[in-house]
């Protein structure tokens, strides 16, 4: 298991340091959390994901295909195009070198290319968020390259159209056992993207990821982004493996990367 | 998508029945109970629920498109309504975008109505001219629409076009204000308003400002009791953007933090330092309308005033530095 477990390739966030809290990027076989208050960064680490899980294999990645599942319509294919361009460059930039290697890929290597291998949903209840993921089996089934799924994000419908609170932690944990049988299937990683929301605990009003109780046990790790300050900052709030950590990221035209100095932030909430 | 009836999926007759008979009408019904419970309360095999509920999942999941396709949808459907303003287009991959929630936030009196005013023109101008070439619905909450205004706006911005009377006119007469301000009023509306936007081609819906509908309903300054209010209004502002593929813009004013605002998780190390805290409450408005709907908004455009120059910051890009001289937001390199 040892030597499975180290042969396993992580799916890298764009960002270094955020890689390294991460134990090497976002791992597939599990499911991976992530949440945070609007605008710091979710969706924009959801597409980043979804393009770099198909940087190939000869420049260190999985050569793999994504399914974006949108609960909330956030996803910007121009934003996605944006993204894919900034990888390549970037990836090419660091294999520069390896002349042959290029000439190899080139075709793959295109923008077009890597916005054809995400798969995008669109769905506009949770009806159809369950619908979704009990469809994928089949899905995967027939689509053999994907490696990543990302729901953008995953609790948006639960949280408004449910009367009856214990059947939600019902079918929530129904959705993450399901979830979870995928990654071991089809080797692949999960991110579930999740909104904030307050809770007074302990005298004060706290923030804390939306559906929080019912639902905390249901993913392998949570990374909670937030602002520190006025840098976007990623902590491992749970991890059987991880240690408890956080690191500096940013948002630039390219997508995420290392954070930098001249991090500029608007002074509104 | 989630009431289609069961009757209709094609499922073997014998199953079918054991669905009705228990009183699951729809794909919802179906869905929302969890296999295991499915199997208690229809006294079937796990093995037949498993194919049942597959089979209804598949028929309910809707189509799925490559992003590549959705790319080449925008691209031939039109995807942006520019704003002319070169560096806020950039950072917008075209302009504002149709299909998606876009709001204006910032404190009174920078520019949000304005800048509102000069997006209905953009819109209602022709083709040729860089426009939409279609309606626009202007809903006024505050009051605040003067045509007078935006016309001036028009022969600032383009001297050229309306320098023809009748310009003036007609693009004026492309922009529906509609006048309301309540939230019970503006639910009511918001039905109707899905016929209109078919009727008359509208290209553009503008909100302004939907924080003064709420904030004449609660008198408390907590956001917690609106944010119930706003969901469903929210959610069919997003479904006729998408629907309709057309931007729609809100504004959103902002409110100063209380003390007891959340902004902490847990983890985060308190500050102890008062002096510290004040210069946190100083420096950060809250926009009003809380988080939920702050999660809701695709793109959110944040206005403030930097000694004379406004800083208009998007969600998960970079900030473009715009200059203010007389009304007429012009990009400042």
């Known amino acids: ?269 | 998508m989630a009431n289609k009836l069961i009757s209709q999926m094609g499922l073997p007759p014998s199953i079918a029945n054991v669905f009705a008979a228990r009183n699951i009408m729809t794909a919802k019904d179906a869905l929302s109970l969890p296999e295991f419970e499915l199997m208690t309360l229809l006294d079937m095999g796990l093995d037949q629920v498993k194919s049942a509920v597959e089979r209804i999942s598949e028929i309910i999941c809707p189509p799925y498109q490559t992003a590549l396709s959705l790319m080449e949808d925008r691209v031939r459907l039109g995807g942006h309504l520019p704003t002319l303003l070169r560096g806020l287009d950039d950072a917008l991959c075209g302009g504002i975008p149709f299909g998606a929630l876009t709001e204006l936030v910032g404190p009174s009196g920078i520019g949000k109505t304005q800048f509102c005013l000069k997006l209905s023109l953009l819109a209602a101008l022709p083709f040729c001219y860089g426009g939409l070439n279609g309606r626009v619905v202007y809903i006024d909450t505050e009051y605040k629409f003067s045509s007078h205004r935006m016309v001036e706006i028009g022969k600032n911005s383009f001297p050229q076009i309306f320098q023809s009377e009748g310009m003036a006119q007609q693009m004026a007469g492309r922009i529906i204000v509609v006048r309301m301000s309540s939230l019970p009023e503006f639910m009511e509306r918001l039905q109707q308003l899905k016929f209109t936007l078919i009727q008359h081609d509208v290209k553009l819906l503008i909100v302004d400002s939907m924080a003064a509908l709420v904030s004449g309903v609660n008198d408390t300054s907590t956001a917690g009791p609106k944010q119930h209010l706003l969901r469903w209004p929210l959610s069919f502002l997003k479904s006729l953007a998408e629907f309709s593929r057309i931007p729609v813009v809100v504004t959103n004013q902002v409110r100063s933090q209380n003390t007891d605002e959340a902004f902490h998780y847990p983890f985060q190390v308190q500050e102890k330092d008062s002096s510290k805290n004040f210069e946190r409450l100083e420096s950060h408005l809250i926009a009003a309308l809380g988080i939920q709907w702050a999660h809701a908004v695709t793109i959110r455009l944040i206005f403030e005033a930097h000694s004379g120059v406004w800083w208009v910051g998007e969600r998960g890009a970079v900030e473009i530095l715009l200059a203010c001289k007389g009304g007429h937001v012009q990009h400042n390199p």
């Open chain 1, 1 to 269: 298991m040892l030597s499975e477990e180290q042969m396993q390739k992580r799916i890298t966030t764009g960002c270094d340091d955020l890689d390294t809290i991460l134990g090497g990027g976002i791992h597939c076989k599990e499911v991976t959390e992530v949440g945070g208050v609007p605008g710091i960064g979710k969706t924009q680490l959801g597409i980043q994901l979804a393009v770099n899980v198909q940087i190939p294999v000869e420049y260190g990645g999985l050569g793999g295909k994504a399914v974006y599942i949108d609960t909330e319509g956030s996803f910007m294919v121009e934003r996605a195009y944006q993204v894919a361009e900034g990888c390549i460059m970037d990836t090419l930039d660091k294999f520069g070198h390896h002349r042959k290697v290029i000439l190899d890929c080139q075709e793959q290597m295109q923008p077009n290319s890597f916005l054809a291998n995400i798969f995008y949903f669109r769905i506009c209840s949770y009806t159809e968020q369950i619908a979704v993921i009990n469809y994928l089996q089949k899905f995967l089934a027939e689509q053999k390259d994907v490696k990543i799924i990302i729901i953008d994000s995953v609790t948006f419908h639960f949280r408004q159209d449910f009367d009856d609170l214990a059947l939600r932690t019902r079918v929530l944990c129904g959705m993450s056992l399901k979830l979870m049988e995928l990654t071991k299937t089809y080797n692949l990683a999960v991110v579930l993207l999740n909104q904030v929301t307050t809770k007074f605990t302990e005298g004060s009003f706290q923030l804390t990821l939306a559906l929080g109780d019912s639902w905390s046990h249901a993913c392998t790790n949570r990374v909670i982004l937030y602002w520190n300050g006025n840098e976007r900052h990623a902590y491992i709030d749970k991890s059987p493996s991880l240690r408890s950590a956080s690191a500096p990221f940013s948002v630039t035209s390219k997508g995420i990367r290392n954070a930098t100095s001249q991090c500029k932030r608007v002074r509104m909430m």
